[in-house]
């Protein structure tokens, strides 16, 4: 029995370290490459562009750290997290390629 509490509570420091490290450094790596993206699809000026998609990014950061500690799952959060902050640094590195907006 005292093995198996033990078990449990070394798990949930695992999912909680793991939840943290998603929050924090992927979450910022995640909302850099979506402002990125937004601040070359929004209409209007580059500078323009620029400020409203850096200001919309503390949101975005707010609402994904939330979202870290919402989901049940540790290993889905990681995998959908990682598999948008792929497609996003896709999307971004083919902007600039077609010759999007810098």
């Given at each position: ?27 910022y790596a995640l909302t850099a490459l979506l402002t990125v ?66």
């Amino acid at each position: 029995m005292a093995k198996a509490a033990e078990k449990l509570r070394g798990a949930n420091r695992r999912d909680v370290m793991l939840r943290i490290l998603a929050a924090v450094p992927l979450n910022y790596a995640l909302t850099a490459l979506l402002t990125v993206w937004l601040a070359r699809i929004l209409p209007g000026g580059p500078a323009q562009a620029s400020v409203g998609a850096t200001l919309m990014s503390f949101a975005i950061f707010a609402l994904i750290a939330m979202l870290c500690f919402a989901v049940r799952s540790t290993a889905k959060l990681w995998l959908v997290m990682v598999g948008a902050g792929a497609a996003l640094a896709l999307a971004d590195w083919l902007l600039i390629l077609w010759g999007g907006r810098l």
